[in-house]
């Protein structure tokens, strides 16, 4: 690994904080004006309502099986023309008009992620069958070098979820997961997850039951309570991800409130943090 001069914060961004400009641009000038107060940032972004934008507009129809969209090669290409050429594109034109240098990058450039094709597994008549989801695919390896160089050049990489596998056969790959892999590698000293909410609650419906702080080892009992359900599993196992494999600690936090962004080296904590 290349050594670093600065601590490193590493954001997974979607929601609807991808989806209102006024709020991007605010949810973007919070992340990097960071690079102001010491730390290095790197963007790690999905898309999934301008995947399902696209894939409409052409007419390509989603199979899904268990809420995970099948991929075809024919699918794949308009998913990375939604990823690269709109969304990531967009990202790096606004970072650099608020007066900073971003790079766009998928997994696939610098070989910075090697992908695997992923089975889904689930219990039918008592037994574990396994389905194919295309071209979707795990992360098997990750390669920091490239990102690591444009940090201490002192760019911003702003990073899609397309990777390659070795074979060269390409795979989108949940960008949470994407994301906690690439945190764990970087050994982020922070990696931060945009939400629409406040962070992880006892009771969803309730505000007041935001959870502070939790330890890995107590994922497993709250996802058997139902604590920790739908969406907020993949965050929750990419955060787990990330510990494992290097990150300092694990957040998540609102991205409709920009301001909570700031407050990530302030010494009010907020959103819920996850530590190993």
Known sequence: MIKRKKPL???????????????????????????????????????????????????????????????????????????????????????????????????????????????????????????????????????PQLPEQLLNEGYIPVVTCIASDEEGNDYNINADMFAGHLAGALHAEQYIVLTDVDGLRMDKDKPETLIDKLHVAEIPSLVEAGVIQGGMLPKMDACRIALADGAGSARIINGTQPEQISDLIGKNPVGTTIIK
């Open 9 to 143: 914060i590493l954001f997974k961004y979607g929601g609807n904080a991808m989806t209102d400009d006024e709020l991007k641009k605010q949810v973007l000038e919070h992340m990097c004006s960071l690079t102001k107060k010491g730390y290095h940032v790197v963007i790690v972004h999905g898309g999934g309502p301008f995947i399902k934008d696209i894939l409409g507009k052409v007419g390509v129809e989603s199979e899904f099986i268990d809420g995970h969209r099948k991929t075809t090669p024919e699918a794949l290409r308009y998913v990375e023309m939604a990823l690269k050429g709109e969304v990531n594109g967009s990202l790096v034109s606004l970072v650099n008009r608020l007066g900073y240098k971003a790079v766009g990058l998928s997994g696939k450039d610098g070989k910075m992620a090697i992908a695997a094709k992923r089975l889904h597994r689930k219990m039918v008549d008592g037994k574990w069958k396994s389905f194919d989801l295309g071209q979707v695919g795990d992360v098997k390896h990750i390669n």
